[in-house]
């Protein structure tokens, strides 16, 4: 599998190469039927707050604070592309693959869906003069890529809402050679179209951006950083929404992270809004580590050098532990996922987790979920319920992240509320936090220092 995979990559390069010049310039058990709303949830109403910090604003992406139009997504549609990314994540870390973002296994690809590298977008420049773009980030993935001219729709790039990059236009773009440095060190497949590198990434489901390694100035709010290494995207396969790229921040040298690091030392924080109405933030820098943050060491394996690996050590329900061996988080380890929506647990966790949650919400009314991804379910209506016991996510280092109401109930109608979180196929899966455990928390990065923290009351 792993071999066929690899000449299909290669042999998709190479004919990418010779086609594109160089750029010079359900019903329930029950059956009773669930009304499934499309997000935003509860409300329509953008509540966007001005960010006076040092940073980027982070909008969901099928919220009314987004600027794609007309983009929706449903509960149930979201939590299948979920899977896909686990899917994709679980594969590229089993099979500890040497090449960045390319994963050795072949998923079957389902039209209609996406890899769902994320929810959450943010806006930058690239170019001189800067053109802006709005793309997804993704603590899972390294490469900066951005779709393109002269691709054009058809066979080559997908449908974006901001125009597709010009390098023509840009003063300060420049490709890279295949005997750069840069190229050398990309660890992806790639390949040469008149001495210019090419680069191959290949998602989960199928999808696909080819295109030319490149330089150019990247400007993030204030920032202005040269001779950026991205990718430019010449060819683009799969539904990657209106967004017109990915924001890589994982921990590869070629990651926004290590490019950058020279100015912001490698820290940054993020803070998920709690609702798709709202807005949160993405910083770099000093400005990321505010006051009350408590740090848990950042964990580096060599099955995953990209992704950020922590010690999850136990869970608590209403304020028991549960009965979890510390063992069972130990192997094969846990990473910290800005583009997966639910956090997955070892099966044998997760069953503890469950049994406990469900004691803990004995008054409540069970339901049966219209997504077979959650199996403890209840009528809870679409507003926050106090009586929900807290579900508290125990790290090294005394570190206890509370998960909040959005990150432990998932509102799946109007009326059925679901436990956010959701079981591996054994204990033998990564533990992998999602960002539904993430909301409304400063989540602070600090590669540099070897820890990642957690703090309270983001978003403000």
């Not at 590229?92 to 050795?104: A, K, P, Y």
Request: proline fraction near 6%; include cysteine.
């Amino acid at each position: 599998m792993a071999t066929n995979t690899y000449f299909f990559l290669t042999f998709s390069l190479f004919s990418f190469l010779c086609n594109f010049p160089v750029i010079l310039g359900a019903k329930s058990d029950n059956h009773r039927l669930l009304r499934v709303r499309p997000l935003p949830l509860p409300t329509e109403a953008c509540s966007s707050k001005e960010y006076k910090g040092r940073g980027l604003k982070i909008v969901h992406r099928y919220g009314p604070c987004s600027p794609f139009d007309g983009e929706k997504a449903t509960p149930i549609q979201i939590l299948q592309q979920d899977q896909s990314r686990v899917n994709w994540l679980q594969a590229r870390l089993t099979h500890n693959s040497s090449r960045l973002d390319v994963q050795d296994t072949t998923l079957p690809a389902r039209p209609g869906e996406s890899l769902n590298t994320g929810n959450y977008i943010v806006t930058v420049g690239f170019g001189t003069p800067k053109t802006d773009m709005t793309i997804v980030f993704d603590t899972g993935s390294s490469l900066t890529w951005i779709q393109c001219q002269p691709c054009n729709g058809g066979d080559g790039c997908y449908k974006q809402q901001d125009p597709i990059f010009n390098p023509a236009e840009s003063s300060s773009y420049l490709q890279l050679s295949c005997d750069s440095a840069e190229c050398s060190q990309l660890s992806l497949p790639t390949g040469c179209s008149s001495s210019t590198c090419a680069y191959l990434i290949t998602y989960g489901d199928g999808s696909q951006s080819l295109g030319f390694l490149s330089r150019d100035t990247l400007t993030l709010s204030s920032d202005i950083f040269t001779n950026f290494q991205f990718g430019c995207a010449q060819q683009s396969r799969g539904l990657f929404g209106k967004t017109a790229g990915l924001l890589g921040l994982g921990r590869r040298p070629v990651s926004l992270v290590s490019q950058t690091a020279t100015k912001f030392g490698r820290v940054f924080s993020y803070c998920l809004p709690s609702v798709p109405s709202s807005t949160g933030y993405l910083t770099f820098g000093a400005d990321a580590i505010k006051p009350g943050i408590k740090f848990t060491p950042l964990i580096t394996k060599s099955n995953g050098p990209s992704f950020y690996f922590l010690n999850l050590i136990g869970i608590n329900v209403g304020g028991q532990a549960v009965a979890i061996p510390t063992s069972t988080f130990e192997s094969p380890g846990t990473i910290i996922d800005s583009g997966t929506v639910i956090s997955r647990l070892p099966s044998s966790a997760y069953a503890a987790l469950r049994s406990a949650f469900r004691q803990a919400m004995s008054k409540y009314t069970p339901a049966t979920s219209p997504i077979s991804l959650f199996d403890t379910c209840y009528e809870l209506g679409g507003a926050e319920d106090p009586g929900v016991p807290k579900v508290v996510l125990r790290f090294e280092g005394d570190v206890d992240v509370n998960a909040g109401y959005s990150g432990t109930i998932r509102q799946v109608s109007e009326t059925v509320g679901c436990l956010a979180f959701a079981a591996n196929d054994g204990d033998g899966d990564f533990t992998i936090i999602g960002n539904s455990q993430q909301l409304t928390l400063d989540v602070v990065y600090d590669v540099a220092g070897g820890r990642l923290g957690f703090g309270p009351g983001g978003c403000r």
